[in-house]
């Protein structure tokens, strides 16, 4: 079965540290990967995707995400966090099936202190 | 703002009861999705919409379950006697579908806690 796998359940970092959250997949076909933060009694909010093309991409506020297609891997990093950075963090895979059912990971609860 | 909305926010009820949620996808979007998520858990997808066709149904959508999307544009998601079991945040998000995979908006979840 495919899987998503975000092995640290909760990841705490002095504020200006930099952070990585670990993602791994599952898969043998074409995948397309996804992360979302959720802030506290929030909906999902997406920070960034990979379709195709570059490996490495950027959202706008300073996080960046690598695709790594013989590690399955699509870490999430910052170089350095703030404080409103605190939410929970979830890998989501889509596989090339026709359509784009998410298949998301535990989550990661990304703690910041000053 | 143009968004994902869903409601209620929040739903509290009686084991045993029915409830029905909506969901308001963003208005240019065609495809809609129903996802749960628990406590600790990530999203979990329950099934999918593309205009008013239900096309892929999850096993976790038993048949209390019913989801409509009349005239392709708001969608209802149902849970006829409701379990306690049946506690957690029902998230629905959109995307236009473009080509095999496209990008999905999520709505702020609806809450509910069954006693």
């Known amino acids: 079965a495919q899987s998503v796998t975000q092995l640290d359940s909760q990841v705490p970092v002095f504020e200006e540290a930099p952070v990585e959250l670990r993602c791994n997949y599952s898969?043998?076909?074409?995948?397309?990967l996804f992360w979302y933060v959720q802030y506290p009694n929030q909906g999902l909010q997406l920070l960034l995707k990979?379709?195709?093309?570059?490996?490495l991409v950027e959202s706008i506020n300073g996080f960046e995400a690598e695709f790594n297609k013989s590690q399955t891997s699509f870490h999430l990093r910052k170089p350095s966090v703030h404080i409103s950075d605190t939410a929970e963090y979830f890998c989501?895979?889509?596989?090339?099936?026709?359509?784009?059912?998410?298949?998301f990971g535990k989550g990661t609860m990304l703690l910041v202190s000053p | 703002d143009t968004g994902v909305s869903q409601d209620p926010r929040h739903k509290i009820t009686k084991r045993g009861q029915n409830v029905t949620f909506r969901c308001d996808p963003i208005s240019e979007h065609n495809r809609l999705y129903w996802y749960r998520q628990t406590l600790g858990q990530g999203p979990e997808f329950l099934t999918y919409f593309q205009n008013e066709a239900q096309l892929e149904k999850s096993r976790l959508l038993s048949d209390r379950f019913s989801a409509e999307r009349p005239k392709g544009s708001f969608s209802t998601l149902e849970i006829q006697r409701t379990e306690q079991g049946d506690s957690a945040m029902y998230l629905c998000?959109?995307?236009?579908?473009?080509?095999?995979?496209?990008?999905?908006?999520f709505g702020p979840g609806t809450r509910l806690t069954v006693l």
């Open positions: 989501a895979v889509s596989w090339d099936s026709g359509y784009s059912t998410l298949t």
């Open positions: 990979y379709l195709s093309g570059s490996t």
């Open positions: 898969s043998s076909v074409s995948v397309y």
């Open positions: 998000a959109s995307s236009l579908a473009q080509t095999s995979t496209d990008t999905q908006y």
